[in-house]
């Protein structure tokens, strides 16, 4: 039962940068992780990677290694996607989700934020 909002998502050329946020509230005790994922026109969702609470430790698909990082501000109870080296591929709607502790299953999901890279 926690709530998630996405925000940030824009227009940005290739090669910009973008910065997204989500923001957690209800039963963000119990999170054990918080994780981004993206769906592309025409394509399923994908995971894009997620960060542990607590630890901080964090895992990225192999398209964005190097490109993306997840960080959180656990005062603010809020998650951040920081792009950089943005490509067209990247463009999608990208969401964030929350797992509980004690599970593995993502139970809790944003609305999403669409992210638009040109050229």
């Known amino acids: 039962q926690v709530q998630l909002v996405e925000s940030g998502g824009g227009l940005v050329q290739a090669g910009g940068s973008l910065r997204l946020s989500c923001v957690a509230s209800g039963r963000t005790l119990s999170t054990s992780a918080l994780g981004w994922f993206r769906q592309a026109p025409g394509k399923e969702r994908e995971f894009v990677g997620v960060i542990s609470w607590n630890g901080g430790l964090t895992r990225y698909r192999d398209s964005v290694e190097g490109r993306f990082t997840i960080s959180r501000d656990t005062a603010k109870n809020t998650v951040y996607l920081q792009m950089t080296s943005l490509k067209p591929e990247d463009t999608a709607v990208y969401y964030c989700?929350?797992?509980?502790?004690?599970?593995?299953?993502?139970?809790?999901w944003g609305q999403g934020t669409q992210v638009t890279v040109s050229s």
């Open positions: 989700a929350a797992r509980r502790l004690g599970t593995s299953q993502y139970d809790s």
